[in-house]
């Protein structure tokens, strides 16, 4: 069972516009949301997380924002840099060990 | 500073073969994790670690054995091998699993079952 979803695998956008990633979950027992950009040959590394007592998180240009009525989390880039184009997935943590990751979606962003 | 570091990055196995995948951090973290990737799917989280000598099974843990003999080390053991294990693996370590505490990841092992 997939329990959260990224249900775009790609995204494209302009340089300098809004880059919009959004997940989808099915557990309400999800605590802490997390994003994880992933570039090429490398590991993922941690971009940013919200938990789920909050709505919002913003870190300079990233910000995540959390409907937990919808189930829904969302992963704004504002504006988007070619640097940004990578593998960003989604993240939730059901209790301390246990996260579930979703399929990740593509973004490219275009000069 | 070396992070989480994995070995090897590439391996092709043959059908009933075993192996194991390093991984090894120096940020004297509490936390390990072992990952696989399958192609259009999410990371699953195969086997964990909360301190030396404590392992528990994650949610794909077949045909997997880990142990932890010290904090930084944290092999994956493949018995058997079989097709299904194709996959990336990534190990992941974190200072503790309080909020906010996000993990570190290797670059991966692409392991390949023929």
């Known amino acids: 069972d997939q329990q959260v979803k990224q249900n775009s695998p790609s995204l494209s956008v302009q340089e300098g516009r809004i880059s919009i990633l959004n997940c989808d979950y099915t557990n309400s027992m999800f605590d802490y949301f997390l994003w994880y950009k992933k570039y090429p040959a490398e590991g993922p590394t941690f971009l940013i997380s919200?938990?789920?007592?909050?709505d919002k998180n913003e870190d300079g240009r990233f910000t995540v924002f959390l409907n937990k009525s919808a189930k829904h989390l969302s992963l704004h880039i504002v504006p988007s840099q070619p640097g940004d184009s990578a593998v960003y997935f989604c993240a939730a943590r059901i209790n301390n060990n246990d996260m579930r990751f979703g399929a990740g979606t593509r973004l490219t962003v275009k000069p | 500073n070396a992070g989480v570091t994995q070995t090897p990055k590439f391996r092709i196995l043959k059908i009933g073969q075993s192996m194991t995948l390093q991984c090894t951090q120096d940020m004297n973290h509490n936390y390990m994790y072992w990952y696989r990737q399958d192609p259009g799917m999410g990371l699953k989280l195969i086997y964990y670690s909360v301190g030396a000598g404590i392992t528990d099974k994650g949610e794909v843990p077949n045909g997997y054995n880990v142990s932890r003999s010290t904090t930084e080390d944290f092999p994956l053991r493949l018995e058997l091998a079989a097709p299904s294990q194709t996959s990336v693996y990534f190990c992941a370590s974190s200072y503790s699993t309080g909020a906010n505490t996000e993990a570190f990841f290797g670059q991966g092992t692409r392991l390949t079952v023929v």
């Open positions: 919200i938990s789920s007592i909050k």
